[in-house]
C-alpha cells in the first residue's frame, strides 16, 4: 500500500511565495516521476510539473519562471516552491508519484490534496 502525504497549502496574498511537500512511503516502493498538478471547481486536473528521478523537469507555461519542483530521493518527497503567486494560482495541489511495488508493474497514485488561496 502508498501513502502520500501532501502538506504546505494556505493562503497567501498576491506576490507571495509558499512550499508544499509531499511525502510518499509504502513497502518496497520505487519512484520514478513525480508530479504536481492542479485543480480548480468545475475544471479538468492540470499537470504543473513533473521531476524525473534523475533530476529533469518540466513545467506548464504558466508557471514557468515562478515555481521549481524538486525532490529529495533518500526521503521520497516532492516539493514545489511557489513564487510570486497570482490569485488565477488558487487551486487545490495534488501529488502524484509513478511508481513500481517490489519491481512490479508502473502505477499512478496520488496524494489527498492540498488547497492553496492567493488573495489579498
Known amino acids: 500500500q502508498v501513502q502520500l502525504v501532501e502538506s504546505g497549502g494556505g493562503l497567501v496574498q498576491p506576490g507571495g511565495s509558499l512550499r508544499l511537500s509531499c511525502a510518499a512511503s509504502?513497502?518496497?516502493?520505487?519512484?520514478?516521476?513525480m508530479y504536481w498538478y492542479h485543480q480548480v471547481p468545475g475544471k479538468q486536473r492540470e499537470l504543473v510539473a513533473v521531476?524525473?528521478?534523475?533530476?529533469?523537469?518540466n513545467y506548464a507555461d504558466s508557471v514557468k519562471g515562478r515555481f521549481t519542483i524538486s525532490r529529495d530521493n533518500t526521503k521520497n518527497t516532492v516539493y514545489l516552491q511557489m513564487n510570486s503567486l497570482k490569485p488565477e494560482d488558487t487551486a487545490v495541489y495534488y501529488c502524484?508519484?509513478?511508481?513500481?511495488?517490489?519491481?512490479?508493474?508502473?502505477?499512478?497514485?496520488w496524494g489527498q490534496g492540498t488547497q492553496v488561496t492567493v488573495s489579498s
Open positions: 502524484k508519484v509513478r511508481a513500481t511495488i517490489r519491481g512490479g508493474t508502473y502505477d499512478d497514485y
Open positions: 521531476i524525473s528521478r534523475g533530476g529533469s523537469t
Open positions: 509504502g513497502s518496497g516502493l520505487s519512484i520514478y516521476n
